[in-house]
């Protein structure tokens, strides 16, 4: 029996001490759920949590005595973002105007972790429809951030970011169509992966269809790595994901970054906001991996300006929503949607074409860029979190000056991202960065990552 809480172990050790028969899973969850039950209500991390969990466990403790484990998750707690589609249950989105039916099939994503053997502890918590960073929404109001509760945990993957932080198990489905994994992944410390778009198939389609993309949120690299194997399969519902590549994402994390060439990204093609925590942040990690063998250098990206670019994706997609809706069920959403769907959602279809190509213009520059370096290495968040109490009076300013300056630029180009925590802030909370690359090199960032997170170990927030 390992000396350390149950609850808070990586995946990979959960799953040695299951071989070698230390731990089982029903004990895991056991110890998962009572952590659960004694810090959740102060946190606000779950929607709803699923009582068929223990019976999952239980079946899965049966496979492991006979020496038969389903997949590579088999017994790991695991959680699903309400967002996402989890067969029985209703996909509410945060929003006191969505259904309260159950649905009937799962999610690509969550299907995939279930034919690993994950357990599906609950789904977690979400910003309305994912449109925004503070985590907090009318359903299910404020998710608190378990560094400090007063501070908000990001979004919209809130409840994601809570559970991780919070030792609520070691793997934890976000979603990304703007930043909303890498951004409560980089307030509550964790792992936060946006894939190559397409990677991960995603149906239904979400308000952002056109920039979301699922993604994993976790306590280490490796677990992130884990869990993307099972996630990134190939499903013929989206009719945009890649072709199947049935590969262990882990293989090859090991291998550094000896040779490869990473550019400091200070500029994403606007004036975007950092601050001295965030500048340091990433003065360490190019230290960090130069000594690794990797050759760093600043890089004059010459991006378009990919704000106005990302705000007419954003508003449009809100404005549809808005419209979707009876007029008495949209008075019940968020103000802030209604807000941003005024201000940005009634361009001419020529500005939104428009727009569409300043983005293609983007990804041509990333991928010219991407020729001369293997990495990007820039910050994931322009500050620290705000408190979670605050309210957003202006929230098409502060998508670029406070929220995602430095995380919607890869949605609209594609590539992969990943934040990865880089110790603490000066007031205490997680400090983060972010890594990118070209388009289908999920494999580089997963490496770069590793690398720094075993040159820069990153402890979980001290609960008792």
């Known amino acids: 029996m390992p000396d350390t809480d149950p609850a808070l172990l990586n995946a990979e050790d959960m799953l040695a001490c299951y071989a070698r028969g230390q731990l089982s899973p029903v004990e895991v969850l056991q ?98 429809f994912g449109w925004k960073s503070p985590g907090d929404c009318p359903l299910h109001g404020i998710t608190r951030n378990p560094w400090n509760p007063a501070y908000t945990t990001g979004g ?15 793997l934890h489905i976000g979603t990304d169509a703007g930043g909303s994994v890498r951004i409560p992944a980089a307030w509550c410390g964790l ?33 992130a790595a884990l869990m993307f194997s099972t996630m990134a399969r190939w499903d ?48 360490r990690a190019a230290q960090l991996l130069a000594n690794a063998g990797a050759y760093v250098e600043q890089a ?20 549809r929503l808005v419209a979707a809706l009876p007029s008495q069920l949209a008075e019940l959403l968020d103000p802030g949607i209604r807000q941003v769907a005024a201000a940005l959602g009634g361009m001419s279809a020529i500005e939104f074409m428009d727009a569409e190509a300043t983005r293609a213009a983007a990804g041509h520059a990333m991928a010219l860029l991407h020729r001369r370096f293997d990495l990007l290495l820039c910050p994931t968040v322009p500050a620290g979190p705000p408190l979670a109490d605050a309210t957003v009076a202006d929230p098409v300013r502060a998508l670029w000056t406070d929220w995602a300056p430095w995380t919607f630029t890869f949605n609209l180009t594609r590539q992969p991202a990943i934040t990865v925590p880089m110790g603490p802030r000066a007031d205490g909370l997680p400090n983060s960065v972010q890594i990118a690359a070209a388009q289908f090199r999920d494999d580089l960032v997963l490496r770069a990552a590793r690398v720094i997170e075993l040159a820069q170990p990153f402890a979980v927030a001290d609960l008792q």
């Not at 590969?247 to 500029?267: H, N």
């Open 31 to 128: 110890a998962t759920t009572e952590r659960v039950a004694r810090l959740n209500p102060g946190l606000n991390a779950f929607a709803v949590m699923n009582p068929a969990a223990l019976q999952a466990a239980g079946e899965s403790e049966s496979r492991w005595r006979a020496g038969r484990p389903l997949g590579c998750l088999d017994g790991v707690p695991c959680t699903v973002k309400d967002l996402v589609d989890l067969a029985g249950f209703p996909t509410r989105r945060g929003s006191r105007t969505s259904s309260t039916d159950p649905v009937a099939d799962d999610a690509p994503m969550v299907m995939g972790l279930k034919a690993a053997g994950a357990v599906i502890l609950g789904k977690t918590t979400t910003t309305e």
């Open 300 to 319: 004059d990206a010459g991006l378009p300006d990919t704000s106005s670019v990302f705000g007419r994706v954003w508003g449009a997609a809100l404005a």
């Open 156 to 170: 919209s993957s809130s409840g994601a970011g809570a559970a991780g932080a919070a030792g609520f198990g070691p």
């Open 191 to 223: 792992v936060g992966l946006k894939p190559t778009y397409g990677r991960i198939p995603q149906w239904p389609a979400s308000a952002f269809a056109g920039v979301s993309c699922p993604g994993p949120m976790t306590r280490t690299v490796r677990d």
């Open 236 to 283: 013929l519902r989206d009719p945009f994901c890649l072709p199947d590549d049935p590969r262990d994402w882990r293989d090859g994390i090991e291998d550094g970054v000896a040779g490869l060439t990473v550019g400091i990204l200070g500029d994403p093609g606007f004036d975007a906001p950092t601050d001295r925590d965030g500048v340091a942040a990433v003065e």
